[in-house]
Every structure is written in structure tokens, then in C-alpha cells.
């Protein structure tokens, strides 16, 4: 059987990775400043990672939503301390664009309404109506038409307020910086105008936090720097530094019921593990912190090479803006220089998501790579 072509390939295999750095199987060795699309947030095989990941393994894998797994109630935990998100509760699931549409599903629920408002350039997964809020029609079939999305620009506050004054909006779903669309960020201003609407039209304000979440920006949320608090937030990616595990971090105001959401494999005992691997490991090796400085150092760097337009981005979640397409400089990258590094909806913009330790010596073989290539 062949398998079904949805990505073109880059001819790499990796069969083993560590740290920073993945290998083929003739023993190549590769810089991963790509992070497998932000997901690899402690490091390849962190030894914390292993270690729980087996000793849950020995113990009990898996089972299914309708006992008791207080390895959740572990996370959930966590996650508070970690975030200071304090009137939350956590709903555990698989990936990023189940978060969001889970995210969705519950805004609808709550405020019995179904509008949705998204943002042009916006991703958020390729479930349903998470697809149906993402701004790129190439990848959407009829069944995601259906769903009634308004696009708005980011910062456009005259657009916002007629829709929102509507009053039929559900939900408003955001990303803090975009990832998959090329870094942009709305003006706080922006984002508080749409948090106090949310509060006057009983609409959910959802900040997609699947991508920035888990300190991949210096912060454990993206949306702190604007100082307001979601009504919804999904998590993913970097969550289970490549276990598949999501999650959705809801305001108590919204009440669970019964047979509202549901999952067969979310929250299991080895994603669970895998996100308190993750949890510890931040807060041990102070990653936070790293992304920050790293991130600081990146743009310090990157500045000084002329043909780069604008850096873009925060803490390690980042871009390189360029005036021409950069699809064949990023091959150069991997195949002259071994480095992998990410694309983006705009064709101009070279994305770094580097694992969440990576140090300033990984950043330099990039600057030296860059310098080469740019000549
Ligand atoms: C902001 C954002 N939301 C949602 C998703 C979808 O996540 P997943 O691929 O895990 O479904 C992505 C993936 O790139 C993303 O960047």
C-alpha cells in the first residue's frame, strides 16, 4: 500500500535525535531549529522525558475517560501554578486543532450562539469549524464552508465593533503572534478592545495559545503580554514535546455539563506523564528564562546580516522576514548546512522554533549559514 501524498517531502529520515539535533540513518548529523513545528520544547529525548514516559509505561498505559485518571488532576495542577491561570479548568485531548475545536464547541455551547470571528492570515488546525476559522482557502473543502466565519484584519477596531454589535457571535478566536500565517501581532489595544466586546456581547474570546503556549515565547502564554484573561485556551504542540496531547483551559464562569465533550484517548496516563515531563523540565532548567535570553541573542545576531528585512516574533517563537521567497534557501539550509529551519504561509518569512534549550552556539551556526548563503 502507498502511502497518501499530502505533504511534499524533504528526502530525510531521522532515526534518532537528541537535544538540539536530529540524525539520519547514515548517521547525518542535523540542527533542529525547526522544533518538528514548535513541538519539541525540552530537548529530543530529554532524560526527565524518558524516564517518566517509561515508568508510566510499566505501570498503566492507558484507559478510557470513565474512571478516574488523577494524573490529570497532576497537570492540571501544574499547569496553574506554571501559568497563573487561577479560575480555569483543563479539558485534556489529542492536538491543537482538537483544542480549537473543542475551543469552539464549548463557546457555542455556552453562549447558545454560532458567528464565529477569526483573523485573515490565521491558522488553527484542520478539524472542522477549526478549519472553517483558518484564513486560507486552498486547504478548505465545501463541509468547512458552512460554518459562518468573519475575517477580520488584525487592529481594524471599526470592523470589530460593527461585527461584534451583531450581537450573534459566539466566539472570537485569536493567536497572539501568528505562527503558520508569519508572525504578525495585533496592538494590545486591539486585543483588549476585543476582550472587553467579548464581555459586553456574551462572546467567548478563545486565544490559540497551541502554538505560543508552554513558554515557547519567554511567557507560558503568549497573551500575557496584553494583560487580559481568555475565556478559552487551547494548548498542544509544545505541551508533550511530541506526544500527541491538547488541551482546553477554561474560565469557571462557563459550567461543564455532562456529555458536553468527550474523548477516547485524551488526557491518557502517557500524555499525561509526558506533559509533567515537560511541566518540570521548564521549571527545573528555568526554560522560560532561556527562551527570553536566546531570543534576545537571536535578534542581536540576525540584525547584523543586511539582507534580512525585519525579525519578527518573540522569546524563540520567531521569524526572518526576506524581499524574496525563501522556499530555496531553507533547502540550502538543510542540505548544505544541516540545519532545519521552518516555512510559512508567506513565502518571504523563514520561521525559527528551536527546542526551548537550544544555547547561542546553535544560533551561531545559523548566523554563520545565513552569512554564506546571503553572500
Ligand atoms: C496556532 C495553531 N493552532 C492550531 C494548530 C493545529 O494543531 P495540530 O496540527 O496539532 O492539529 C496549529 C498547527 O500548526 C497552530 O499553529
Redesign the pocket.
Same mark, same amino acid.
Given at each position: 500500500m502507498n502511502l497518501f501524498e499530502v505533504y511534499p517531502l524533504f528526502k530525510i529520515n531521522p532515526t534518532k535525535a537528541k537535544g538540539c539535533y536530529i540524525y539520519d540513518h547514515d548517521g547525518r548529523k542535523y540542527l533542529d531549529l525547526y522544533g518538528g513545528? @514548535?513541538v519539541i520544547s525540552i530537548g529530543h529525548r530529554h532524560p526527565n522525558y524518558i524516564r517518566n514516559i517509561k515508568n508510566q509505561l510499566n505501570k498503566i498505559g492507558f484507559y478510557s475517560n470513565y474512571i478516574i485518571n488523577d494524573l490529570q488532576e497532576k497537570v492540571a495542577k501544574k499547569i496553574k501554578s506554571f501559568s497563573k491561570c487561577e479560575d480555569y479548568e483543563l479539558f485534556m485531548c489529542n &492536538? #491543537? $486543532?482538537? @483544542?480549537?475545536e473543542n475551543s469552539l464547541q464549548i463557546a457555542s455551547f455556552h453562549t447558545k450562539k454560532s458567528r464565529i470571528i477569526a483573523f485573515k492570515n490565521s491558522?488553527? #488546525?484542520? &478539524?472542522n469549524a $477549526?478549519l472553517s476559522s483558518t484564513d486560507y482557502e486552498k486547504i478548505k473543502s465545501e463541509l468547512n464552508k458552512q460554518i459562518n466565519v468573519t475575517f477580520l484584519k488584525f487592529n481594524d477596531y471599526k470592523s470589530l465593533e460593527k461585527e461584534m454589535a451583531k450581537n450573534d457571535v459566539s466566539a472570537i478566536i485569536f493567536?497572539s503572534i501568528? #505562527? =503558520?500565517g508569519g508572525l504578525d501581532e495585533p496592538e494590545t489595544n486591539f486585543v483588549k478592545l476585543m476582550s472587553e466586546l467579548c464581555k459586553k456581547y456574551n462572546t467567548c474570546l478563545i486565544a490559540?495559545e =497551541?502554538? &505560543?503556549g508552554f513558554g515557547r515565547t519567554g511567557d507560558f502564554f503568549a497573551f500575557e503580554k496584553h494583560k487580559i484573561k481568555p475565556d478559552i485556551i487551547?494548548v @498542544?504542540?509544545g505541551m508533550g514535546n511530541g506526544f500527541p496531547v #491538547?488541551g482546553v483551559l477554561i474560565n469557571k464562569k462557563i459550567k461543564s455539563k455532562y456529555g458536553m465533550l468527550g474523548t477516547t484517548f485524551g488526557g491518557n496516563h502517557l500524555a499525561c506523564s509526558a506533559t509533567i515531563s515537560v511541566l518540570d523540565t521548564l521549571k527545573q532548567e528555568n526554560l522560560l528564562n532561556n527562551a527570553k535570553e536566546i531570543g534576545i541573542y537571536f535578534k542581536k545576531k540576525m540584525n547584523e546580516i543586511s539582507k534580512i528585512k525585519k525579525i519578527k516574533g518573540r522569546g524563540l517563537m520567531l521569524g526572518l522576514e526576506f524581499d524574496f521567497d525563501t522556499s530555496k534557501l531553507r533547502k540550502d539550509l538543510i542540505f548544505k548546512h544541516f540545519i532545519f529551519t521552518g516555512g510559512s504561509s508567506k513565502k518571504n518569512i523563514l520561521r525559527i522554533l528551536p527546542p526551548l534549550n537550544v544555547k547561542k552556539k546553535h544560533i551561531d551556526v545559523l548566523y554563520n549559514a545565513l552569512n554564506t548563503e546571503l553572500k
Open positions: 513545528h @514548535a &492536538s #491543537g $486543532a482538537e @483544542a480549537n491558522f488553527h #488546525g484542520r &478539524s $477549526a493567536e501568528q #505562527g =503558520v490559540d =497551541v502554538q &505560543s487551547p @498542544a504542540k #491538547g
